[in-house]
């Protein structure tokens, strides 16, 4: 018998989970969901969540030990980065040249606006209160920087959302392996490489059980988002429409349009690209998370695009963290659909600030479920829109939250593929 594709296997996933919440909130068996599906989509999270720590530890020491010298390093990083940010500039203009044009704050009625700022006041308190603890603890500019260096390994590697110390801690013991003699570290670089075999083919075993997760994961979704009434989740869908359409366009041009553009520079089939990075966007958009979709973005890079190691065990790691196109994007679009909901106008500057600030909050955004609306409070204070005005996108957020993350973690792949295709053309031309 022919095998299934993994990816038509999720998206099946996707479709009888849609359908099955459907079912369930039609016969008011939303709290059936609740106790016997969602655990089950939750250990599939866990399962991914799990091996985010040694995954990037693992493959990173193995990447950056695997370099022939130090140069090499140096090359890839300056690039990487300065790719990454040049994206996520691109990625907050395009949102706000949609927003302006298609201006989604004037179309709802003042009545409707109250109805949800009421409705989700108490939820806001709770996201400007978690909002306002972060800022807090990065109030000070360099502080980013600081967060960086881990004080104590095994405190950050027991925390998802601090993914950059075990990062910078794995960087610094890869170099220190490349510039110690072969003889003294051959033992610890063969333990390293036969490790990062040993955890591809974990992730492998767990995305066998990814359809049953992501079917679990969205049909339970669908029964809290709805409650026990569809009409509530289509009335709240209606009003919203417009702005998730200015994200959704923006979105929906950044991925086939600008990342397309890059996949053809970089020498690449766009179709056979979105065909092979397909799977992976599935598993982003069920988990709305770029850090538990990590072990698969790696997984797919090394095995279906041909990304080798040493740039996919850095490049990716580090986008699952800073890199956030679509965070970015969706945050412009909030910033200035919320202002104009609120009747405000804002001038050039105003958005030349939140061109800056929703660069800086997307980096600064964790690769979790919501974390980009929490982050998003920095934008409207940089203008001087009321935080309180989240609440007019709240409803929707879950949703355009599995389709950035989705948009994050493209942009991610698309960037690792530029790089190995320029390492190859360095490659061929020194030899
Ligand atoms: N959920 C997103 C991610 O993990 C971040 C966000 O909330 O925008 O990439």
């Given at each position: ?41 939750l ?5 991914l ?49 949609i927003v ?43 502080q980013?920087?600081?967060d960086?260096i881990?004080?104590?390994i095994?405190?950050?590697a027991?925390?998802?959302?601090q993914?950059?110390?075990v ?17 003294k570290?051959n033992?610890?670089r063969?333990?390293f ?9 974990m992730?492998?075993?767990?995305m ?24 509530n ?5 209606k009003?919203?429409?417009l ?9 929906a ?6 990342y397309?553009?890059i ?10 690209f ?25 997984d ?5 695009l041909?990304?080798s ?35 405000m106008?804002l ?15 997307s ?21 001087g ?15 355009l939250?599995?389709?950035r ?27």
């Open positions: 018998m022919k095998k299934i594709p993994l990816h038509v296997k999720i998206l099946s996933g996707i479709l009888f989970g849609a359908i099955f919440g459907l079912l369930l909130v039609y016969y008011s068996m939303g709290s059936f969901a609740i106790t016997w599906i969602k655990p089950i989509g250990m599939f999270l866990n399962m969540k799990v091996m985010a720590v040694p995954l990037v530890f693992i493959s990173l020491v193995s990447g950056v030990s695997s370099l022939r010298d130090i140069n090499t390093f140096k090359r890839i990083g300056v690039k990487t980065i300065a790719i990454y940010i040049t994206t996520t500039f691109v990625a907050v203009l395009l949102g706000l040249f302006n044009i298609i201006d989604p704050g004037k179309a709802l009625s003042a009545t409707k606006r109250e109805e949800i700022r009421a409705k989700y006041a108490e939820n806001v308190s709770k996201k400007t209160a978690d909002a306002s603890e972060q800022i807090k603890s990065k109030a000070h500019p360099m980013f920087f600081v960086m881990p004080t104590n095994f405190k950050s027991s925390d998802n959302t993914m950059l110390p990062i910078v801690f794995a960087m610094i013991f890869g170099i220190a392996m490349v510039v110690t003699p072969v003889e570290v033992g610890v063969i333990l490489e036969s490790l990062n075999e040993v955890i591809l083919k992730i492998d075993i767990i066998e059980f990814a359809p049953l997760g992501v079917f679990a994961l969205i049909s339970s979704l669908i029964v809290e988002f709805a409650g026990d009434s569809i009409a989740a289509i009335d709240l869908f009003a919203l429409g702005y998730s359409l200015s994200v959704l366009i923006g979105l041009i950044m991925v086939y349009v600008i397309g553009a996949v053809i520079l970089a020498g690449k089939k766009y179709f056979t979105f065909r092979k990075i397909l799977p992976v966007q599935m598993v982003a958009f069920s988990t709305s998370s770029s850090s538990a979709t990590l072990p698969v973005t790696m797919a890079c090394e095995k279906e041909g990304i190691n040493e740039v996919a065990s850095f490049v990716l790691p580090v986008g699952a963290t800073v890199n956030m196109d679509g965070t970015s994007l969706y945050q412009s679009v909030a910033a200035v659909f919320i202002a104009g909901a609120m009747g106008e001038t050039l500057s105003d958005q030349a600030t939140i061109v800056i600030t929703a660069v800086l909050a980096i600064g955004s964790a690769g979790v479920p919501g974390a980009g609306m929490v982050m998003l409070v920095i934008v409207l204070n940089s203008i829109v009321p935080t309180e005005g989240i609440a007019l996108i709240f409803a929707v957020d879950r949703i939250d599995m389709f993350t989705t948009v994050n973690v493209t942009g991610d792949m698309v960037v690792a593929t530029l790089i190995q295709e320029s390492e190859n053309k360095r490659k061929v031309k020194n030899v």
